[in-house]
């Protein structure tokens, strides 16, 4: 079914899917090491702060495992159902669509934090997710899971250090 709506689990090429992976990776990184660390570093949440600033050892872990169920419900689930629906009703799904359908389902799940911080939120939280969605559509549900999930293993530690250091 998947294959039918230009979606996957597996790369197509594992050389490619590699060099998005890891792309996907360094990318999400950086942008949020500049959002949180410079761009909005006085105006974050103290729980957000206290969260990213408690010990790595439990807490990365539970984000992985967090990174994969995130990928599964609004990647596998929600993200394939948006672009069934897309297909049912225009009969095709082109780029447009496939932005739209990440888009979407990235919003089910974060809008409780557009309202609160919007701009932040549309930032860390939505266009970040659209890159796994990107990634799931280009590059099939595995490749969003591991970028997801590998990301954390970056940006924890970068969060927690610059975080510590910086007030």
């Known amino acids: 079914m998947l294959g039918k709506l230009g979606l996957g689990l597996l790369p197509r090429d ?6 998005a992976v890891v792309s996907a990776v360094l990318g999400v ?16 949440p103290a729980d957000y702060v206290a969260f990213f600033t408690s010990p790595l050892g439990d807490r990365m872990l539970v984000m992985c495992i ?21 297909k049912l009703v225009r009969g095709r799904v082109g780029p ?5 359908a990440a888009v979407a389902a990235q919003m089910i799940g974060v809008w409780p934090s557009l309202v609160q ?11 970040v997710g659209a ?6 559509w280009r590059q ?3 490749a969003a899971a591991a970028g997801h ?15 510590t250091h910086t007030r």
């Open 14 to 19: 594992i050389r490619s899917g590699a060099v």
């Open 29 to 44: 990184t950086g942008f949020i090491a500049m959002l949180d660390l410079l761009i909005f570093r006085d105006r974050l």
């Open 66 to 86: 967090r990174a994969l169920g995130e990928e599964v419900i609004y990647r596998l689930l929600y993200m394939t159902a948006i672009v069934a629906a897309i």
């Open 96 to 100: 447009v669509g496939y932005g739209l």
């Open 117 to 127: 911080e919007p701009f932040h939120a549309s930032l860390r939280y939505l266009a």
């Open 131 to 136: 890159v796994w969605g990107w990634l799931y």
């Open 140 to 142: 099939g549900w595995f």
């Open 149 to 163: 999930g590998l990301s954390h293993l970056l940006i924890d530690p970068m969060l927690l250090i610059g975080l």
